[in-house]
Structures are given as C-alpha cells and as structure tokens.
C-alpha cells in the first residue's frame, strides 16, 4: 500500500529547479524592456514614460517573481517548519509592497499626464488583485503565525482553503499581467510601434516567460511529493 503511494508521489525538485530559472530571464526582459527599449525608470522626471516603467518591472519582479517564489518555499527549501513559514511570510510581504509600489507608480503617472484612471479591466483586475493578496497575507498572518489558540481541526481545514484561494489569487494575478502586456503592446503599436519590431517581439515573448513561469509554480504547488510540504 505505502509502495503504490509512493509512486504516485511526484519529485517537485526539478520543478522549483524550472521555477528559478525561467524567474531569470522574465526579470531580464522586463528590465531590458522598460531600461532599454522604453529610457529607464524614474519617479520624478520630465519623460513620464519613465514613471509608468517602474509599474511592470515592480509588479512582475514583486507579485509574480517574489509570489511565485513565496508559494513554492514550502517544497524548494530544505528548511523546519518554522523556518519555510517565515520565509514564506516574508516573501509574500515584499512581494505585497512591491506591488503596491508598482500601482502606485501607475497611479503617479496617470495623475501627471491627466490620464483617468481605472478605466481598464486590466486595471480593475489589477485592484482586485493586491486587495485579495493584502487579504491572504493578514488571513495568513493571523491565522498561522500571530493567533496560537485555534484547535489543529480548524487550522487544517482553514489551511486548504488558504492554499487554494492563494493559488486562485495568484493565477488572476498572471492573467492580470498578461493583460496589462497586451494593453501596453496595444497602446504602442496604435502609436507607431512596428508590430514585428523587436520590442513588440520582446514584449510578447516577456508575457510567454512569465506565463510559463507561473505554470511551474502553480504544478509545483499542487504536485504531491515525498515530502510533506508544510513540516
């Protein structure tokens, strides 16, 4: 019995090994996209471009990369229980803020180009996103790290819920991006950028890396392994 269930178990290794690694172009293309294609990033500057630049570099470096990076800790890291909870805490915080700063730059740069903002449903979906990630942090918080005196029956199941509805949110959140990269890509070429150039071909292909890496998270996270992740 215990032998058929082992190999059902999957080693999730390799695959948070795939995670790392396309986490290192997706950062590269997002920077080489916003630094050399669109002339850098800046919170104050003349060029407002270089204000909204800081909004993709931060919401995919934050929320994506430092997300996907926090919902795999429990299986990457060969640390105690203790130890892959505050790393995945952590994780989730920075990436929490950076996202809050990429809004927040978006926001800046509208608000100084006398552009209206929210008017998107990548930009509704964006809101929704950071307020349901601000939520599962607090949740997480709360229920697992700062309120010790809930029974193990309640954790478990509340656990499974925290696990799915953090996958769900993350899932919106590379669906989010994928827009926003669309939208983007759309607004430039409306404006003259050549549709086979290469920066629309970076773009597209950034938007490929970042959905190719979110599946490897989401398969690593829900992949069984022989390791239980959360001990």
Do not use: C
């Amino acid at each position: 019995m215990s032998s058929e269930k082992e190999k059902t178990m999957v080693d999730v290794l390799p695959l948070t090994f795939l995670v790392h690694l396309l986490a290192i172009p997706a950062i590269v293309m997002v920077l080489l996209w916003s630094i050399h294609f669109r002339g850098g990033l800046s919170w104050n500057s003349s060029n407002k471009s270089l204000i909204f630049n800081i909004h993709p570099v931060l919401m995919l470096i934050g929320i994506i990369i430092t997300g996907g990076e926090a919902i795999i800790s429990y299986k990457a890291l060969p640390f105690k229980k203790k130890m892959k909870k505050l790393i995945h805490l952590v994780l989730h915080a920075t990436a929490l803020i950076l996202g809050i700063i990429g809004i927040y730059a978006v926001f800046k740069f509208h608000n100084e180009m006398g552009i209206v903002n929210l008017y998107s449903l990548h930009s509704w979906l964006g809101i929704g996103v950071i307020v349901l990630y601000g939520i599962q942090w607090i949740f997480g918080f709360v229920m697992f790290i700062y309120y010790h005196g809930v029974n193990s029956s309640l954790k478990s199941s509340t656990l499974h819920l925290h696990v799915k509805m953090g996958l769900f949110v993350y899932v919106l959140a590379v669906a989010t991006a994928s827009l926003g990269f669309l939208e983007k890509l759309t607004f430039m070429q409306t404006s003259g950028l050549p549709k086979h150039g290469s920066e629309a071909i970076l773009v597209n292909f950034t938007a490929i890396i970042t959905i190719f890496y979110a599946a490897s998270v989401v398969f690593s996270a829900v992949s069984p392994s022989s390791t239980t992740p959360h001990q």
